[in-house]
Nanobody
Framework: EVQLVESGGGLVQPGGSVRLSCAAS????????MNWVRQAPGKGLEWVSA????????HYAESFKGRFTISRDNARNILYLQMNELKSEDTAVYYC????????????????????WGQGTQVAVSS
């Protein structure tokens, strides 16, 4: 079965950094675009970033450009999100999501198709 397992969240100080991981299995990870999406307390889902199957196309929501970096290790079936200069408003549950149509390229607003979701990892930014 398809599994996406996020990890790496926790309590982080403002201005700090954290790297999230998403371990994928049950589908051909290296054929598929991937996304990070988050949900802050009391708010809706917010798309963060997307990366193409081979990593050569990357997009971010405007508010995250320069602070967050998405990457992937296809040999290990892992998606990453490096988050720097964290702010209290970055407090959220962070999810990874896959577009499972092989080789479909993401655009500047993500893939728009999220065929699989993980359970998320909580990031709390606080002093």
């Amino acid at each position: 079965e398809v599994q996406l397992v996020e990890s790496g969240g926790g309590l982080v100080q403002p201005g700090g950094s954290v790297r999230l991981s998403c371990a994928a299995s049950g589908f051909t990870f290296d054929d598929c675009a991937m996304n990070w999406v988050r949900q802050a307390p009391g708010k809706g889902l917010e798309w963060v970033s997307a990366i193409s199957w081979n990593g050569d196309r990357i997009h971010y929501a405007e508010s995250f450009k320069g602070r967050f970096t998405i990457s992937r290790d296809n040999a290990r079936n892992i998606l990453y999100l490096q988050m720097n200069e964290l702010k209290s408003e970055d407090t959220a549950v962070y999810y990874c999501a896959a577009d499972m149509l092989p080789f479909r390229q993401p655009v500047a607003t993500g893939t728009s198709v999220y065929d699989g979701w993980g359970q998320g990892t909580q990031v709390a930014v606080s002093s």
